[in-house]
């Protein structure tokens, strides 16, 4: 059997806010632990202030804007992108030693980080989260409590353009019933470490015992 670490997979899940990508997504995370599946939410750089109960390095990695910028100059960005006035971004270092070690990494981003993302790296697989109507968006915003009537205004004027660039993505999944979202969810991880590039390569000696086992039958 071959010592050599699988590379972990790219997998960039984006929705509007409210879609419920981030409970989604952790959810997953702990499941998938569970399974021994070896996966990790990246922690992104955001230049907005610290809300309570979060921690920086455990929600955000929160920095100034000279910080981000001085970021950005020296190419320690995967991906970055603004948001609601606010810069957001991907830590290229933490990303690829991640990879390396056989980490599926998941980036919580929108769709102008995901084609920054395709565009280095094609084989990264990107899931869109709908929910199942505007008016269970609105009432999500609403009810998590974060943010001003103005905000949320901003929030649902911004998720057409967010749900308009939902071909450019690998899976669909509509966040409706939570738990079978969840199963979708796991499912395209699941997928892809049993997709034929993955999986053959996880199990190139046993094909090659089997060949040279049914070639002796021939």
């Keep these: 059997m071959s010592n050599e670490v699988e590379r972990g997979g790219l ?8 879609g419920g990508k981030t409970s989604l997504t952790r959810a997953a995370i702990d499941e998938l632990a569970r399974r021994q599946m070896s996966a990790e ?18 929600h955000y990695h929160f920095v100034d804007e000279a910080g981000f910028v001085a970021m ?10 603004e948001v609601f006035g606010r810069r957001y971004g991907t830590g290229r270092a933490k990303t690829e030693e991640l990879l ?15 084609r920054q993302v395709k565009a280095q790296m094609p084989e990264a ?30 929030r649902m004027a911004e998720a057409h353009s967010e749900i308009a660039h939902h071909a450019e993505y690998d899976y669909l999944i509509v966040n409706d019933d939570f738990a079978q979202a969840l199963d979708e969810l796991i499912a395209v991880f699941v997928a892809r470490r049993l997709s034929r590039p993955v999986a053959s390569a996880r199990h190139a000696g046993l094909v090659e015992r089997l060949l040279d086992s049914t070639a002796r039958k021939v």
């Design 72 to 81: 950005v100059d020296n190419g320690e960005f995967f991906e970055h992108a």
């Design 100 to 114: 390396a070690r056989g980490v599926d990494v998941v980036l919580d981003i929108d769709w102008q980080g995901a």
């Design 125 to 154: 697989i990107g899931i869109f989260i709908l929910p199942p109507s505007v008016e269970v968006l609105e009432q999500r915003l609403h009810s998590r409590g974060q943010d001003s009537a103005e905000t949320i205004t901003e």
């Design 11 to 18: 997998f960039v899940v984006s929705a509007p806010s409210g």
């Design 41 to 58: 939410i990246s922690v992104s750089y955001t230049t907005r202030k610290c809300r309570p109960g979060e921690t920086d390095g455990q």
